[in-house]
């Protein structure tokens, strides 16, 4: 295999990295791409179908409902940015990916990722105000915020990653690097950098504890005054009912938080582990895969829906088919 580099002022510029991703014997490589891909695939169909049935039921014409259709949208991309790559390398001997390959999928996927952080939180203040405030949530949760809160998610996580790659991508990588990971993630590019790399890792910081940080107490805040409100129930079904219209919300949020901040708040040398990569394939393959389960088991309406989608019986449209319940 022949990487081409190049020469600058004593400088060997990298054109490509190495992605070493899974060292396993060829057998367990194609085992690891079968499971994968079929992981793939099944994550692409469940956020699809999702996104179907909200669209085709009138009764899911609902903020919370609208804001779980950005979740899928954002997954279906989340996986899709890291998967393919993966598979290919899977049973190819050439794990090289190019320094823009590498540079576009970092972007995208710190955009997915700080998108869904940020989203997240969004949803918790959205079952807040449902819980703790029913009868003023048409007049507060409606149709132009829902828009203005997810796009403001969306413009947050591109303008994040946008500062973040201004930083990374022009750090000097000498030679050929190797990169012990399945993907191009900033940790691992910050170690393999060969020049002082304190700035760009400064930044990143500054900004994962401003996407990760105030969204965590936007959903902790949110949560503990719903748990609060809810405690004060007198009937044990009242109780039940108000919490299980936020259980699988919480549920997404506890895996997706606990393994990501497992992974981005250890110092950058652990990368130098293959255990960071099981962690890694619990947020970019696993929880992917569990969030469109979670929430159907959870979502009575969301099982009937899926149901009417997939028999091709589409329920008539309600209302003004706005997102206000």
């Given at each position: ?239 039940q009912k108000a919490f299980s219209t936020c259980a699988s919300h919480l549920t997404v949020v506890t895996l997706f938080y606990s393994t990501t901040l497992f992974t981005y708040a250890r110092p950058k040398l652990m990368y130098a582990y293959n255990s960071n990569k099981v962690v890694s ?27 009417k989608t997939i028999l091709c019986n589409r329920s008539e449209p309600g209302g003004d088919g706005g997102f206000s319940s």
């Amino acid at each position: 295999m022949v990487i081409k580099v190049l020469q600058i002022d004593n400088w060997t510029v990298t054109t490509h990295f190495i992605l070493l991703g899974f060292p396993t014997r060829p057998a367990f490589q194609f085992l690891l791409f079968s499971v994968f891909l079929v992981t793939y695939l099944l994550t692409l169909v469940e956020n699809l179908l999702i996104i179907l049935a909200i669209r085709s039921d009138g009764q899911l014409h609902k903020p919370m409902y609208f804001f779980l259709s950005h979740l899928s949208f954002l997954e279906m991309w989340y996986v899709t940015v890291i998967s393919p790559k993966m598979l290919v390398d899977f049973l190819s001997k050439d794990k090289s990916i190019s320094f823009n390959g590498c540079m576009t999928q970092l972007y995208f996927f710190v955009t997915f990722v700080c998108t869904e952080y940020i989203l997240l939180a969004v949803m918790a203040f959205d079952r807040y105000v449902a819980i703790c405030n029913p009868l003023r949530y048409p007049v507060i949760m409606t149709n132009q915020l829902c828009g203005i809160l997810a796009g403001g998610c969306w413009f947050c996580g591109l303008m994040t990653a946008m500062i973040k790659m201004v930083f990374i991508a022009r750090l000097r990588y000498c030679g050929t690097p190797h990169i012990n990971h399945y993907f191009c993630d900033i940790s691992p590019l910050l170690n393999v950098s060969c020049e002082d790399s304190s700035q760009a890792e400064l930044v990143d910081f500054f900004l994962a504890l401003m996407v990760i940080a105030v969204p965590l107490c936007v959903v902790v805040t949110s949560y503990a005054i719903i748990l609060v409100t809810i405690l004060k129930i007198p009937s044990a079904q009242g109780r039940q009912k108000a919490f299980s219209t936020c259980a699988s919300h919480l549920t997404v949020v506890t895996l997706f938080y606990s393994t990501t901040l497992f992974t981005y708040a250890r110092p950058k040398l652990m990368y130098a582990y293959n255990s960071n990569k099981v962690v890694s394939v619990l947020y970019t393959v696993i929880v992917p895969l569990l969030n469109p389960i979670i929430y159907c088991l959870r979502n009575r309406d969301v099982k009937m829906a899926l149901k009417k989608t997939i028999l091709c019986n589409r329920s008539e449209p309600g209302g003004d088919g706005g997102f206000s319940s």
